[in-house]
């Protein structure tokens, strides 16, 4: 059963900055792409960023600039550095790993930014 486990969540103030990690409990980790999604409170789960399997990136607009996505193949995991975080950030993120039909979803870290 292939598992994702998110971490690195918590409360920051507006400007301060964060790390999330992914880690997948599976080798087919390095042949899927992988993406951080995030959902607010009371809304719809969006795309935040993705990378393929050979490191190409994909960034929602309103991230741009702020958020990094990589991976780490060795290690079966995927990373969001946050910064210059603002309160709208806001949401519990997930972590989705996909590759062909299979589709899995972590439980969701969640992050607080203080105004």
């Known amino acids: 059963q292939v598992q994702l486990v998110e971490s690195g969540g918590g409360l920051v103030q507006t400007g301060g900055s964060l790390r999330l990690s992914c880690a997948a409990s599976t080798s087919i980790f390095r042949v899927a792409a992988m993406g951080w999604y995030r959902q607010a409170p009371g809304k719809q789960r969006d795309l935040v960023a993705d990378?393929?399997?050979?490191?190409?990136?994909n960034y929602a607009d309103s991230v741009k600039d702020r958020f990094t996505i990589s991976r780490d193949n060795a290690k079966n995991a995927v990373y969001l550095q946050m910064n210059s975080l603002k309160p709208e950030d806001t949401a519990v993120y997930y972590c989705?790993?996909?590759?062909?039909?299979?589709?899995?979803w972590g439980q969701g870290t969640p992050v607080t930014v203080s105004s």
């Open positions: 990378i393929t399997r050979g490191g190409i990136t």
């Open positions: 989705r790993l996909y590759w062909g039909a299979l589709e899995v």
